[in-house]
């Protein structure tokens, strides 16, 4: 059975922090300060990180930020290494965004890097539209960001990307679609890191 949960007790948030910072320290070295500097707010669960399961075996996990009633972010998605290829990081995007959805969530945002191609077709295949980019002024990186939303808030999803990411760019279709031929053969892959 497969199931999207979120992180409850303090054993359960510890052990995801610690495998979410296996895998990306070398990769975001702030990572874990984020984490820290933030804990008050995944304490009073603006900003949660879910744990991916399949049958009892947790394949990964996803980090939300509930913006405000009906504005999230999606922070991460993260599916390790063993469980790759196989369906599970599409099945989780779906169902989370579905999930929010439900609960009346009118826009959901994500990012990943540009050179995250394999990623951005997993937005594709979750109905979530490229808007634009955002520039990382830690990683000195530029990111796409991606909105699925309902129909009656699509003409101000690039609005509202520029009150949520500093330095977001909002791109017309055209300079989307250059964009995605210039990096349409990176393919950024984490693994989590050997003990």
Known sequence: MFEI?????????NKGVTALTEIFIEEYPYYSKWIEKNSEQFRTG???ILSVLNEKDIVGYIMIHFCTEDIVKI??????EDYKGKGFATKAISDVSNYLKA?????IFIQTRLDNNAV???????????????YH????KDNWVACNCSKSKEMDMQKTAQE??????????????SLRNE?????????????
Request: net charge positive; with cysteine; glycine share 6%.
């Open 103 to 107: 609960i009346n969530v009118q826009m």
């Open 75 to 80: 922070n991460g998605i993260y599916i390790f």
């Open 164 to 177: 949520l990411y500093d330095g977001f760019c909002p791109l017309s279709h055209e300079e989307i679609q």
């Open 137 to 140: 002024t830690i990683e000195k």
């Open 46 to 48: 603006e900003k949660q």
């Open 183 to 195: 990096h349409k053969d990176g393919n950024l892959i984490l693994t989590r890191k050997k003990k």
């Open 120 to 134: 951005v077709h997993l937005f594709d295949k979750c109905n979530y539209k490229l808007i634009g980019t955002n």
């Open 5 to 13: 949960r979120r992180l409850n007790t303090v054993d359960e948030f």
